[in-house]
């Protein structure tokens, strides 16, 4: 093999292995396509959004029960998801994904739940049992991030 045939195959095996690299940044972690961050201190579902925004992502959009499952997984405690009661302050029973203000297409209720207890429960934890509870977003949690890589 000459010198030049021995760069071509290192450059392609080295180009090779950036694109079946994970892209993800130390501390986030790669899950079907997407990055995820854990956020350990427990803040208000404001706060966490905005925490999330200044690492250029969002409060975790959960989209089915598998990444549902690998979410919990990454943090085995209860933690803020980017869902809110669409009208706030009102009995609505609209979800919204605050990323992208689309109607939450997949949940995975507690049973009985919502139910708005109190009549200000306008945010989304999720428990350790993987089901949905809403809660007041002044209530302090932790949270986890994810972005595109």
Known sequence: MTIFSASIFTLLF??????LCSCCEDG???HSGHCYYVEQG?????????????NDAYLVKLDNQAETDFVTGLLKDTFWIGTRRACVGGDSNIWLMIHDLTEA?????????PNNSGGNEN??????????????????LKSVCERGK
Do not use: Y
Request: with cysteine; hydrophobic share 35%; net charge negative.
């Open 28 to 30: 986030w972690t790669e």
């Open 14 to 19: 080295l180009g090779a292995h950036l694109i």
């Open 105 to 113: 297409t997949f949940t995975s209720w507690s049973p009985h739940e």
């Open 42 to 54: 427990k803040m208000t579902f404001d706060d966490a959004q905005c925490a999330c925004n200044a």
């Open 123 to 140: 945010c989304v934890e999720i428990r350790t049992s993987n089901l949905w509870n809403d809660l007041e977003c002044s209530d302090e």
